[in-house]
């Protein structure tokens, strides 16, 4: 059957199979999901049994499994190794869902008429995973593969892919291949194709400020003792000047600055300011002087405070002068800035910050490498192919403000560039309340993938 009228004939059952996959809560970050992480690495792995691949191992890690497949279908034939990841951000705040995380339902919105799947996981990244695999049941029923395909599925993506880097070392030979492949990015719009070319690099991490032994009477002591919430926020008010920029020592020694051809250039991707600061309900944008929002969102990097908390904030007034205050704190990178060498120079400074009344502790999280990737690769052209086929229009290269450390790993360790289509809105509240994922973007998707592996076989050897 060909391409389209398969994915026709089949389009419930997709969408059927994907509320299954979607209704397994595996959220990595939080250990009482421990097992519904590992039910989702086996739920993916026993589809990939019953598409009939080669192999299916599921690789047990220090943290969450990683999930391998592969079909061999020639060795003078391309490899794509699909990347992506199965675990998912915690649902939480709950009440602001307007249907539970874990049931998935399909209700229409403005930017998606045909309907959006709401669920933990929609769009990041279980519905953009599982459109690799329905392709790749969409191949294997046309016929020999055009390409051989490996699949490498991870469950610790959203807490900093931890026990990534060692297994991809480990593995380095099993995973050789002639592209990476991930769709765990955003489309510019529906109508708009996009691939994303750079992504930006993480640093993360906590400071604490402690200053009396225990909490105090704010009326025996306010006065005379330094409030750790107070010196926490003129702390980190300090951290950016008037012109938006970071105030830490070093910060941009290692920034790559665009030329004014490549800004004009990424001033060419269409941005409607209003409409941006509408959808997500602000009167105007704020950020670095001199950059403009797809710029401050791409190229640029940032400080941004996650959290803070310390103090009183139950029901009422409690007339208290905290011990202690704390902020989760992270800084969005662009090449060829280094987490650890921007967690250094944070930390010095933070601590260099601190008054002699109260102490300061800087704890690091996870971070990751900042990533570009070329558009003069066999791969970018064979993407390119294939979206224009499916969406009838030229893709527009894109620089985006996510992270997904492994990418830069990928580059170091496969000496490959990766493709990233992906297939997400901006708009599709991932990590948010009610994420969704477009059914039309869900099946585009899957469309434009079998277009992908046909491509990238024909360019190879061309
Ligand atoms: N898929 C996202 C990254 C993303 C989203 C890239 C939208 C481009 C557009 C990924 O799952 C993610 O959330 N990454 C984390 C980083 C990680 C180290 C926790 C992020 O960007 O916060
Ligand atoms: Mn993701
Ligand atoms: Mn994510």
């Known amino acids: 059957m060909d391409p389209v ?52 191992e599921i690789y047990p890690t220090p943290g969450h499994p990683v999930v391998y497949a592969e079909q061999h279908a020639g060795d003078h034939l391309p490899t794509i190794l699909v990347y992506g990841h199965y675990d998912v951000q915690p649902p939480d705040p709950l009440d602001l869902w307007d249907s539970p995380p874990f049931e998935p339902v399909i209700k229409a919105t403005p930017l998606h008429p045909q309907g ?106 306010g006065g005379a003792v330094d409030n750790p919430i107070n010196v926490l926020c003129q702390m980190i008010a300090s951290l950016k000047d008037a012109q938006g920029r970071v105030a830490i020592p070093g910060f941009y020694d290692r920034v790559v600055n665009l030329s004014e051809a490549e800004r ?16 997500i309900g602000i009167r105007q944008t704020g950020g670095e002087a001199g950059y403009s929002t797809p710029e401050r969102t791409s190229i640029r990097p940032t400080l941004d405070v996650n959290g803070m908390w310390g103090g009183y904030t139950g029901e009422g007034a409690k007339t208290v002068l905290p011990s202690k205050a704390s902020a989760k704190i992270s800084m969005r990178l662009v090449p060829d800035q280094h987490p650890d060498e921007i967690t250094r120079l944070f930390t010095e400074h933070f601590l260099r910050l601190a008054p002699p009344t109260v102490s300061v502790t800087v704890t690091p999280h996870h971070g990751g490498n900042a990533a570009v990737v070329s558009t003069e690769t066999p791969a970018y052209r064979a993407a390119a192919l294939a979206m224009e086929d499916t969406f009838g229009k030229r893709p527009i290269p894109t620089r985006e403000g996510g992270s997904i450390p492994i990418v830069a790993l990928f580059q170091r360790e496969l000496g490959l560039d ?19 994922y477009g059914v039309l973007n869900y099946l585009k998707g899957i469309e434009t993938i079998e277009r992908f592996h046909h491509h990238f076989a024909a360019l190879h050897g061309a």
């Open 264 to 279: 004009a250039e990424l001033a060419r991707r269409p941005h409607d300011e209003a409409a941006y600061c509408e959808s």
């Open 5 to 56: 009228s398969y994915l026709e004939a089949n389009q419930e059952r997709f969408l059927a199979e994907l509320d299954a996959f979607l209704r397994i809560p595996s959220v990595s970050s939080d250990s009482r999901h421990a097992a519904d992480v590992k039910r989702a690495a086996d739920w993916l792995a026993d589809e990939f049994r019953r598409l009939g691949a080669d192999r299916v």
């Open 116 to 221: 959006a799947i709401f669920a933990r996981g929609s769009c990041d990244d279980k519905g953009q995973v599982y459109m690799h695999v329905k392709a790749f049941e969409m191949l294997k029923q046309q016929g020999p593969l055009p390409c051989n395909v490996k699949f490498l599925v991870e469950g610790e993506e959203e807490v900093g892919s931890t026990n990534l880097e060692g297994f991809v070392k480990q593995y380095r030979d099993m995973l050789r291949a002639g592209v990476v492949l991930i769709s765990d990015t955003s489309l510019l719009s529906i109508d708009t194709p996009s691939i994303t070319v750079g992504l930006r690099g993480l640093a993360y991490l906590e400071v604490t400020v402690t200053g009396p032994s225990r909490d105090l009477h704010s009326g025996v002591y």
């Open 418 to 436: 990766p493709v990233l289509m992906g297939f997400g809105l901006d708009s599709d509240a991932i990590h948010s309340p009610n994420e969704h």
